[in-house]
């Protein structure tokens, strides 16, 4: 089954504090792409980041960073110092290359608190 | 360089009632992916157009809902008619190669 979980539906944090993001998936494919993306209540998907399944890398974007860990199938996303311009839905998503579709987590509703 | 341009941001009508959304991809996307949204719910694909030709329909409900891509840029998705149960936001994506989407602002739909 191809699937992506987030098990945390709301997170509220107070500004400047660090918060994770978990997200973890589940395909057969040996070939796939991660996201994550932002849902300001504007509405629009804002892209984040994209990983492939062959980069295990870390990676770090300003006070964002992400997680990847093949051997547990997740890839978490952490807000450091995070700002009240972060609440949103963040979503995690799977890219599957044989079905060429993206799937969805059901999205984690992020406020930062003033 | 424009994104995804979906049109109108809102629409509010009756049950029963047509219903269109209008999606400009960016230039030079070939693939082009409708996303419905429930609330409180992440997208899900309705229909993905490799050019002109719908290659994934399956979840697409066909009694209702309808869609293409003349010309292979521009799209148009239709409900007719429309339900209390198809409110929602209905979002556009383009890609320009494998593993990659980004998405339009939405079209979010009150049926009332």
């Known amino acids: 089954a191809q699937k992506v979980t987030q098990a945390q539906t709301e997170i509220s944090v107070v500004e400047k504090e660090d918060v994770t993001l978990d997200c973890v998936y589940e395909t057969r494919d040996t070939t796939y792409y991660l996201f994550w993306y932002k849902q300001p209540p504007s509405g629009e998907l804002v892209f984040l980041i994209r990983?492939?399944?062959?980069?295990?890398q870390n990676e770090i974007s300003g006070r964002y960073s992400w997680n990847f860990q093949k051997s547990t199938s997740s890839f978490n996303f952490t807000i450091t110092a995070s700002q009240v311009v972060d609440s949103a839905v963040y979503f995690c998503?799977?890219?599957?290359?044989?079905?060429?579709?993206?799937?969805f987590g059901k999205g984690t509703r992020l406020h930062i608190l003033p | 360089e424009a994104g995804v341009v979906q049109s109108p941001r809102y629409k509010i009508i009756e049950k029963k009632q047509p219903v269109a959304f209008w999606c400009n991809p960016i230039?030079?996307?070939?693939?082009l992916y409708w996303y419905l949204q429930n609330l409180g719910q992440g997208p899900e694909l309705l229909i993905r157009y490799e050019n002109e030709e719908a290659v994934d329909d399956s979840q697409l409900p066909k009694d209702r809902f309808s869609a293409e891509r003349l010309k292979g840029v521009d799209s148009t998705l239709k409900i007719q008619p429309a339900e209390l149960g198809d409110s929602a936001v209905y979002l556009c994506?383009?890609?320009?190669?494998?593993?990659?989407?980004?998405f339009g602002q939405g079209t979010r739909l009150t049926v009332v």
């Open positions: 994506a383009s890609s320009p190669g494998t593993g990659w989407a980004f």
């Open positions: 990983r492939n399944s062959f980069d295990e």
């Open positions: 998503a799977l890219y599957m290359n044989r079905d060429d579709k993206i799937i």
């Open positions: 230039s030079g996307h070939n693939t």
